[in-house]
């Protein structure tokens, strides 16, 4: 406890009404080997208690009504883990009565009616200390939680980020061995078991990188008015989740109507999804799965049921925190880090909604009903039309010149081979200042550019490419496990066209090139 004697946190603060008092009871306290410091007054009181005191001692004459108000405004202001012992002389009885009433809110209040003992004085002011010395540890307790929780979150976020290279690398691969490989049946099936886990793997590592942006606030929405009907048939039919209930025997009934909510269409896919995931994985083969949407009591709501491993009553509430799963359901698992139904909450009540979870029990199925508020009358407003997409977004693409400017070796070879199976030209660098180099003397028609590079940093790479070339537009792509939206922004801004985040999907590649390099407003030469 006197590690530190010198320390503020160490200090008995002194108000009395006349400096004389103060500087005697500070006088006595001292020769009793205890540090004090004599307040000046009320708002030299308040700043010592901020910067650090372990009891303050206060004379009644010195509690005028407003130095009570001043001290309760600084003792509110410390955090959860204090209370401040404060030790007041008072003149006898009948004031004592009055101080504790004035003090009670405060708290934690010691009254010694004079004439007070030296003896009595130390000994209050000494337990008072005890005291303060276990809520400083308390404090500082907390703050090491506050701190290993706010790196925890960072190293996760940093761990989602560095596991994308190496998926983008391997979603590279799976793709050249599918368009190239050979078709003897083991190859073909280990291709598909290598392809069924790397699609594990990135929705894990969506779902880390999410429930780390959740908590370290850095999630935005993108908001639209959505029909949730589409959401659904969306996550059905394009996201794969009906493909997903067939491969399991599991047999669907969709029951959906238009209902009309102010959301971000990608993020509301993401809560369908992986309700729908839950219900294929929780759900034995030849089980039911029904899925419900439209408006109810005035409210748009989704209703996801299924007829699997259900719920016991004391886990339902706590499937929503992160990292819990169910043991008995742990077995059926194909795997899972237990963040796919705290994201659906965080999203869902990013979006002023709420999500529940119903069950009666092991082995009696589960119900999780997602309620959002409802826009208007979903009948009144058209609804965007889907674009199908295209069967196989890569034929009868022209082929372009490409420059591959990224460092990861696997990466960079595999998006190489990658692109030359579609029948592109390709190019690669290694390194930011070998990039702009390559840009510049062969002038490709497009250049893919990781953002992380050893040299010069992607954004960079963009400015001088588009520097030195000015008028004559190379499409840039970057090619990121950096997908905030700020980095995004920071991206466009040093000259980049478009903006990929790893692993990228090799149909969204596709895609984008083809809208780089033909009509639509971003047309490049030919
Ligand atoms: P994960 O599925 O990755 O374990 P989730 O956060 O999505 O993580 O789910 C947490 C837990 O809730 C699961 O481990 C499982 O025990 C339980 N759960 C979720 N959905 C269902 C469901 N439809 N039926 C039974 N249990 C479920």
């Known amino acids: 406890m006197d590690a530190n004697l010198e320390a503020p946190e160490n200090r008995v603060l002194v ?56 001290l309760l405004g600084a003792l509110s202001r410390q955090g959860p883990w204090s209370d401040l012992p404060l030790i007041v002389f008072t003149l006898g009885e009948r004031s004592s009565e ?18 007070v003992r030296v003896s009595t004085l130390v000994s209050a002011v000494k337990a008072g200390m005890r005291a303060r010395h276990r809520q400083y540890e308390v404090r500082d307790l907390l703050r090491r939680q506050a701190d290993a929780d706010r790196r925890k979150d960072e190293f996760l976020a ?87 209930a067939e491969s399991h025997e ?42 419900r949407v439209g408006p109810e009591d005035g409210e748009a709501v989704v209703r996801v049921r299924d007829n699997g491993l259900g719920i016991s009553g004391d886990m339902l509430n706590r499937i929503f925190e992160p990292f819990t799963q169910v043991e008995s359901s742990r077995k059926r698992s194909e795997g899972g880090l237990g963040l796919g139904l705290p994201l659906v909450r965080s999203l869902v009540e990013l979006h002023g909604g709420t999500v529940e979870a119903k069950s009666k029990g092991h082995g009696c199925g589960s119900e999780f009903i997602v309620h959002l508020p409802r826009l208007g ?42 692109l030359e199976i579609w029948g592109h030209e ?23 550019i990781d953002i992380g590079l050893p040299g ?38 040093a000259g980049f066209d478009a903006y990929l985040v790893k692993p990228v999907d090799p149909e969204e590649l596709a895609r984008t090139l083809r809208e780089l390099t033909t009509g639509g407003g971003l047309a490049v030469r030919n």
């Open 15 to 70: 108000l009395a009404p006349t400096g004389r008092d103060a500087l005697l009871a500070c006088d006595l306290l001292s020769q009793s080997g205890l540090e004090s410091f004599a307040c000046a007054d009320e708002a030299e009181l308040c700043q010592a208690i901020e910067e650090g005191a372990a009891v303050a001692v206060l004379a009644e004459e010195a509690l005028h009504p407003w130095t009570v108000h001043a």
């Open 98 to 115: 009055a101080v504790l009433e004035t003090l009670g809110p405060l708290g934690n209040a010691t009254i010694l009616e004079r004439p």
């Open 158 to 244: 940093m761990l989602g980020h560095e596991l994308r290279n190496p998926l983008a690398a391997i979603r590279n691969a799976i793709w050249i061995l599918e368009e190239a490989g050979s078709e003897d049946y083991q190859d073909v099936r280990q291709r598909e078991v290598i392809e069924r886990q790397t699609h594990h793997l990135v929705r894990m590592v969506d779902d880390l990188l999410d429930v780390s942006r959740v908590t370290l606030g850095k999630i935005g929405l993108h908001v639209q008015t959505v029909d949730l009907q589409s959401v659904t048939e969306r996550c059905l039919n394009e996201l794969g989740m009906k493909r997903l």
């Open 250 to 291: 599991l047999a669907l009934t969709v029951e959906t109507g238009p209902v009309l909510v102010q959301g971000d269409p990608v993020r509301l896919e993401q809560v369908v999804c992986n309700l729908l995931h839950n219900a294929v994985k929780y759900t034995p083969r030849g089980g039911e799965i029904d899925v």
């Open 377 to 418: 009358n979903a009948v009144d407003l058209p609804l965007p039309a889907i674009q199908p997409e295209p069967a196989n977004p890569v034929e009868d693409d022209s082929p372009l010149r490409i420059l591959v400017v990224e460092d990861n070796r696997d990466g960079r070879e595999s998006l190489r081979d990658l």
């Open 426 to 448: 390709v190019e690669v660098a290694e390194n930011g200042p070998d990039g702009v180099e390559h840009a510049l003397a062969s002038q490709p028609d497009v250049a893919l």
């Open 456 to 493: 010069l940093d992607g954004n960079e790479v963009a400015q001088r490419i588009r520097a030195a070339l000015d008028g004559d537009r190379m499409a840039l792509v970057a090619m990121t496990g950096y997908g905030q939206p700020e980095d995004r922004r920071r991206a466009l801004q």
